[in-house]
């Protein structure tokens, strides 16, 4: 068996998700056995939709969700209790065997903004199983999961539509 590694896509740019997706449906599209755990995020995305119907499991908050710089010191307590749920889930998918891939989308960001407990996330990133490919992204990682990985990828903005007022746009960021 090939060597399972460890991936993470980071940076201010667009691209990271959308990275970490593409390497999910991949994996789908060569019979892997994909599992996706999104934090810090709640509405709903294309390609996250499409990687549930052809197998994937995935686990994300079932509602919308603020900016964690919006919420109220309840909200980011009550935030912080789902994303470590979340952190646990994902442990236990990777230990339990039944995945190959596991994408942690935006975890160096919960963990960054102190939503997920570092010293587990760390733990876990550094004692993978070795039969599981992992996936992490990040706006800014900490400089252990850059020590961690074996992909290290930072996605630059240059220049984005938002810039200009334009948002979001269904199909395309989302």
């Not at 010191?73 to 190959?100: C, F, P, V, W």
Request: net charge neutral; charged share 20%; proline share 2%.
């Amino acid at each position: 068996m090939q060597p399972r590694l460890t991936h993470l896509y980071f940076g201010n740019g667009k691209g990271k998700t959308t990275a970490a997706m593409g390497l999910a449906l991949r994996a789908v599209g060569n019979q892997w056995r994909v599992g996706v755990v999104q934090f810090l995020k709640g509405s709903s995305s294309g390609e996250v939709e499409m990687l549930r119907q052809l197998g994937a499991t995935i686990v994300k908050k079932q509602c919308g969700i603020k900016f964690v710089f919006q919420m109220t010191e309840e909200e980011k307590e009550q935030t912080r209790q789902i994303e470590n749920e979340h952190l646990q889930q994902a442990i236990r998918m990777a230990q339990s065997g039944e995945y190959d891939l596991l994408v942690l989308d935006e975890a160096g960001s919960a963990c960054k903004l102190g939503m997920i407990d570092e010293a587990v996330l760390k733990a876990f990133v550094q004692q993978k199983p070795a039969n599981l490919e992992l996936v992490l992204t990040a706006h800014q990682p900490i400089d252990w999961m850059i020590e961690a990985a074996d992909y290290c990828t930072e996605m630059v903005c240059h220049k984005h539509p938002y810039q200009q007022g334009i948002a979001a746009r269904k199909g395309v960021e989302y």
